[in-house]
């Protein structure tokens, strides 16, 4: 896949999955905004983009709760580089807890980060998308996004509603030009994954040992972790997808944890 030219914004893209989403973009050679609560790290990232290829990325600052913020974000990439051709919306968290005890502030928090932060990011892009005629909105769901787990209530919720979203948006867009496509990846080692694993052993008295080969990949062909390059493979595949015939789908890379 080719992305030559394409203008791309990458939320929560200063590490993990949204990092090597980024350098892949740029590899295919995209300019890509790296939007990042840590205004530190986005740079960092953009940085050692730019080493390899001059002027392929930019960091920006982005609280993706924040509306005034996304909406800053989004308008200081279209006023460096005229638009935005594709979002990833990637920006998430992860707390677990059994739902009695799941404080609500949690629960809001969870919610907001990734259902907030998607409705946001697309609200202010999908503009200079219908301006254009063409775009792409891709929301990074999960194996969650169609089955369930204890002691993420939170989590759970807010992948499926982004399955949700992303249906509504492809009818919204598509007479536009704008598709929107899902990615839910199984696990995948990351920080998020990582501190999961003392909790959830805690949780379930159970070693961390047993979390990861029978909570986390007990369900997988192979007892593999699926790896960020994996997804971010699949972002590129939807980024620079030929025509909008492939919308409002979701494709799950979990090793064979989930088939549909």
Same mark, same amino acid.
């Given at each position: 896949?080719?992305?030559?030219?394409?203008?791309?914004?990458?939320?929560?893209?200063?590490?993990?999955?949204?990092?090597?989403?980024?350098?892949?973009?740029?590899?295919?050679?995209?300019?890509?905004?790296?939007?990042?609560?840590?205004?530190?790290? =986005?740079?960092?990232?953009?940085?050692?983009?730019?080493?390899?290829?001059?002027?392929?990325?930019?960091?920006?600052?982005?609280?993706?709760?924040?509306?005034?913020?996304?909406? =800053?974000?989004?308008?200081?990439?279209?006023?460096? +580089?005229?638009?935005?051709?594709?979002?990833?919306?990637?920006?998430?968290?992860?707390?677990?807890?059994?739902?009695?005890?799941?404080?609500?502030?949690? +629960?809001?928090?969870?919610?907001?980060?990734?259902?907030?932060?998607?409705?946001?990011?697309?609200?202010?892009?999908?503009?200079?998308?219908?301006?254009?005629?063409?775009?792409?909105?891709?929301?990074?769901?999960?194996?969650?996004?169609?089955?369930?787990?204890?002691?993420?209530?939170?989590?759970?919720?807010?992948?499926?509603?982004?399955?949700?979203?992303?249906?509504?948006?492809?009818?919204?867009?598509?007479?536009?030009?704008?598709?929107?496509?899902?990615?839910?990846?199984?696990?995948?080692?990351?920080? /998020?994954?990582?501190?999961?694993?003392?909790?959830?052993?805690?949780? /379930?008295?159970?070693?961390?040992?047993?979390?990861?080969?029978?909570?986390?990949?007990?369900?997988?062909?192979?007892?593999?972790?699926?790896?960020?390059?994996?997804?971010?493979? /699949?972002?590129?595949?939807?980024?620079?997808?030929?025509?909008?015939? /492939?919308?409002?789908?979701?494709?799950?890379?979990?090793?064979? +944890?989930?088939?549909?």
């Amino acid at each position: 896949m080719d992305l030559s030219g394409k203008i791309t914004l990458v939320t929560g893209a200063a590490s993990g999955i949204g990092l090597a989403i980024a350098q892949r973009y740029a590899s295919a050679g995209a300019k890509v905004a790296i939007a990042d609560l840590k205004m530190d790290a =986005a740079e960092a990232a953009a940085a050692a983009i730019n080493a390899e290829r001059p002027g392929a990325a930019m960091a920006v600052a982005m609280d993706v709760t924040d509306e005034d913020q996304v909406n =800053a974000g989004v308008a200081a990439v279209v006023a460096a +580089w005229g638009t935005v051709d594709v979002l990833v919306s990637n920006a998430g968290i992860q707390i677990v807890n059994p739902i009695e005890q799941f404080a609500f502030a949690d +629960w809001k928090k969870m919610l907001a980060i990734h259902l907030d932060g998607a409705f946001l990011t697309t609200k202010a892009v999908i503009p200079h998308m219908y301006a254009q005629g063409s775009g792409a909105i891709l929301y990074m769901g999960s194996v969650h996004s169609t089955l369930a787990s204890p002691l993420k209530s939170a989590y759970v919720t807010a992948k499926h509603g982004l399955m949700g979203l992303a249906r509504t948006v492809a009818n919204e867009g598509g007479p536009k030009g704008v598709r929107t496509n899902v990615i839910c990846p199984g696990f995948v080692r990351t920080p /998020l994954v990582d501190k999961q694993i003392p909790e959830q052993a805690k949780e /379930l008295g159970i070693s961390e040992e047993d979390v990861v080969k029978k909570v986390m990949l007990g369900q997988t062909v192979d007892g593999e972790f699926t790896t960020v390059d994996d997804v971010a493979e /699949l972002a590129l595949f939807f980024a620079g997808f030929p025509s909008n015939a /492939l919308t409002g789908q979701s494709l799950v890379a979990s090793h064979g +944890w989930s088939m549909r």
